[in-house]
């Protein structure tokens, strides 16, 4: 199976802050990878898919971009609405899997 | 609008069976691929299992092969995961969720329900 690891597992960002997460595969995915933003006791949001696009209605403070087997969601100006748990996944190939998560909180 | 509502959740003792259903409405049901998705209590985030859109085609996650079962009946908008032999490591809260579609080139879950609980304590 496809190992899939965030980093950090938690960050602590203000209003304001640019924000990045990390994911990298444990194998080539191409660009077969997702990110989603789930808050306490809610579904999970698809935020962008194919790591760079950008889900209609998305905010464009949200972008995501790929270098090799490593990935990046970035938050250009965290705002409040932001604070949530992040997580990657990827759909190259059965079973797909996911990161471990990455919480961002409020500094 | 789109919508995805799980049901059948419970409490179940182990190695007992349980079946959860997904209705959905607002979109065309058997042009979708669909999943389901678990969170156990404080935990991330894992896939289950996909049924291709017509059913053809259903891949499952190692920890539920030969125990769990995905399936649909496109008549009646609604998917399925039928649990048998359930543990304790089953319990979670269950998602469906749709898959985004073949006109984007990947698969990614765009759509998720509500979820449901089960439980599996003796």
């Known amino acids: 199976d496809i190992q899939m690891t965030q980093s950090p597992s938690s960050l602590s960002a203000s209003v304001g802050d640019r924000v990045t997460i990390t994911c990298r595969a444990s194998?080539?995915?191409?660009?077969?990878l997702n990110w989603y933003q789930q808050k306490p006791g809610k579904a999970p949001n698809l935020l962008i898919y194919a790591a760079s696009s950008l889900l209609s209605g998305v905010p464009s403070r949200f972008s995501g971009s790929r270098s090799g087997t490593d990935f990046t969601l970035t938050i250009s100006s965290v705002q409040p609405e932001d604070f949530a748990t992040y997580y990657c996944?990827?759909?190259?190939?059965?079973?797909?899997?996911f990161g471990q998560g990455t919480q961002l909180d409020i500094k | 609008q789109v919508q995805l509502v799980e049901s059948g959740g419970s409490v179940v003792q182990p190695g007992r069976s349980l079946r959860l259903s997904c209705a959905t409405s607002g979109f065309t049901f058997r042009s979708y691929g669909m999943h389901w998705v678990r969170q156990a209590p404080g935990k991330g985030l894992e896939w289950m299992a996909l049924?291709?859109?017509?059913?053809?085609?259903?891949y499952y996650a190692d920890s539920v092969k030969g125990r769990f079962t995905i399936s649909r009946d496109n008549s009646k908008n609604t998917l399925y995961l039928q649990m048998n032999s359930l543990r304790a490591e089953d319990t979670a809260v269950y998602y469906c969720a749709r898959g985004l579609g073949w006109d984007y080139g990947i698969d990614a879950f765009d759509i998720w329900g509500q979820g449901t609980m089960v439980t599996v304590s003796s």
């Open positions: 194998q080539s995915i191409t660009s077969y």
């Open positions: 996944q990827q759909s190259y190939i059965t079973p797909y899997t």
């Open positions: 049924i291709w859109y017509d059913g053809s085609n259903k």
